[in-house]
């Protein structure tokens, strides 16, 4: 049976959790780890992925792909600073408005490339029941207030509805005590696994500076979290074979695009 990659989507109920950044870096873990990694940004109304990296002149994207007028090569980017390939949000800062069977065909083509890894980071609040059976796994980012903890548990019901493996990641932990407390966010959503990020300067170097955080300091203690993030998927995909990879028998974005 032919390998296909794991895909985790990335989701919030709300803006200003900090999703993007967890997105950026879990995809920058994985690639230092040696895995091929794509990491596609879908939020066309508020694009994020694109300014936090630096990269802001790509005119092709997600938007173009789904609705036909441009093919994957045409959006495909590597990121120089890690490897990982990259697909923007692309349109014109819109909402995208596509078919359900649009949705499925962008990432049925997905589904078939040579990566070990695709991080999909996603709209606050979106909706993905068109092509939520293609999604491996999610992470519900939010932060250790009230109301968005609350909006990330109706995100949790959504997905226990459609099966979807998702795991709760507390982002921006000060462990003040007017945060919820690990009592309560235990009571608030019962067995569901869950990481904890702490608050971290590194965060505002790394904007600054339009690099992942993880690239920059890997001993920070956002990085060392993220490193506790990817470890469940590390485990499962097993060690990366950079002999294949230096042989040119492992990653091969030519075929991929469906290049000879």
């Known amino acids: 049976m032919e390998k296909r990659p794991y895909i985790v989507l990335t989701a919030s109920s709300k803006g200003g959790v900090g999703k993007t950044q967890i997105a950026i870096n879990v995809a920058t873990a994985l690639k230092t780890a040696g895995y091929e990694v794509l990491l596609i940004d879908t939020d066309t109304a508020n694009p994020s992925v694109g300014p936090l990296l630096g990269m802001r002149d790509q005119v092709k994207g997600y938007v173009e792909i789904v609705m036909g007028s441009a093919k994957m090569e045409d959006a495909l980017v590597s ?22 069977e649009e949705i499925r065909r962008f990432y049925s083509e997905i589904s078939r490339g040579d990566f070990d890894f695709v991080i999909v980071d996603t709209p606050p609040g979106s909706n993905l029941e068109a092509a939520i059976k293609i999604f491996d796994e999610a992470l519900i980012v939010t932060t250790p207030e009230e109301t968005a903890v609350l909006g990330a548990q109706k995100l949790s019901k959504s997905y226990n509805k459609y099966h979807l493996l998702h795991k ?39 904007e600054a500076k339009h690099l992942p955080a993880y690239l920059i300091r890997r001993t920070s203690l ?11 998927y590390t485990l499962r995909a097993g060690e990366p074979n950079r002999d294949e990879q230096q042989k040119g028998s492992g990653f091969s974005i030519k075929k991929f695009l469906g290049m000879r």
């Not at 990121?79 to 359900?100: H, K």
């Not at 982002?171 to 309560?184: A, F, H, P, T």
């Not at 990481?195 to 965060?203: F, G």
């Open 168 to 206: 709760l990641v507390i982002n921006r932990v000060k462990k003040d005590r007017y945060e919820l407390d690990k009592d309560r966010i235990e009571q608030l959503y019962g067995d569901i696994a869950y990481e904890l990020i702490p608050e971290d300067e590194i965060i505002e170097e790394s």
């Open 79 to 100: 990121y120089q600073p890690t490897g990982f390939y990259y697909i923007p949000a692309g349109g014109d800062g819109e909402v995208l408005v596509s078919s359900p």
């Open 222 to 232: 956002f990085s060392l979290a993220i490193d506790d993030l990817c470890r469940s």
